[in-house]
């Protein structure tokens, strides 16, 4: 997985990389047709976009000192759910001693429905924590446009209520709580329509 650079340069001067691309197509099947395909179709080539924008990360500074009002005021949100106060998610200081942190924030996203437990585990054996509240308001402030694409959830903070666990996503412009889902044998599941912030530190 590449960061995201914040380079000014035109893409379309990248020669060398456009055809590393369709040399690796090449091996897994992208034949001219499927090249014609993208170039003509522009919903085909957004769908391209969106799916590779979920694996990519970004660089995030994220500054636990603040106050979790400051953080809702600065995102300019147009809906934000009221339980989503402090006495319920508590800022907490993820690493001793430092407050102003830059870490890398990985969206992982799935092509089938996960419980919750499994997608915890692969974000830890690729060396990732789930992102906090603060990670995640941190990185919609910096990266507002990606969650105009996904709704984007932080399973490293949760607040239970009445016996059911809910976790903080980005939706569009609003900051909302989705109550962790339930399929019919009682498990806890995810659709693949959720996408989840994961957080690694920058050394």
Not at 11 to 35: M, N, P, Q, S, Y
Not at 140 to 147: F, M, N, T
């Amino acid at each position: 997985m590449k960061e995201v650079a914040n380079s000014k340069e035109v893409f379309g001067k990248e020669i060398g990389l456009i055809h590393k691309a369709i040399i690796t197509g090449r091996k897994v099947g992208a034949d001219k047709r499927f090249w014609t395909v993208l170039a003509d179709d522009e919903q085909i080539f957004k769908m391209v976009v969106k799916f590779v924008n979920a694996r990519l990360s970004y660089k995030v500074i994220v500054d636990y000192n603040q106050y979790l009002e400051e953080m809702k005021m600065a995102g300019r949100y147009e809906r934000v759910d009221a339980r989503i106060k402090d006495v319920n998610f508590p800022v907490q200081q993820p690493y001793v001693g430092e407050y102003k942190l830059k870490v890398k924030v990985t969206l992982f996203r799935f092509d089938r429905d996960m419980e919750l437990g499994e997608v915890v585990c692969k974000m830890y054996k690729e060396g990732y924590n789930p992102a906090s509240l603060v990670e995640l308001l941190a990185f919609g402030k910096q990266h507002p446009e990606l969650s105009r694409e996904f709704s984007i959830v932080a399973l490293g903070s949760s607040w239970r209520h009445n016996g059911d666990t809910h976790f903080p996503y980005l939706d569009s412009h609003d900051l909302l709580l989705v109550e962790c889902p339930t399929n019919d044998e009682g498990k806890t599941h995810f659709s693949p329509a959720w996408v989840f912030a994961a957080v690694q530190k920058q050394i």
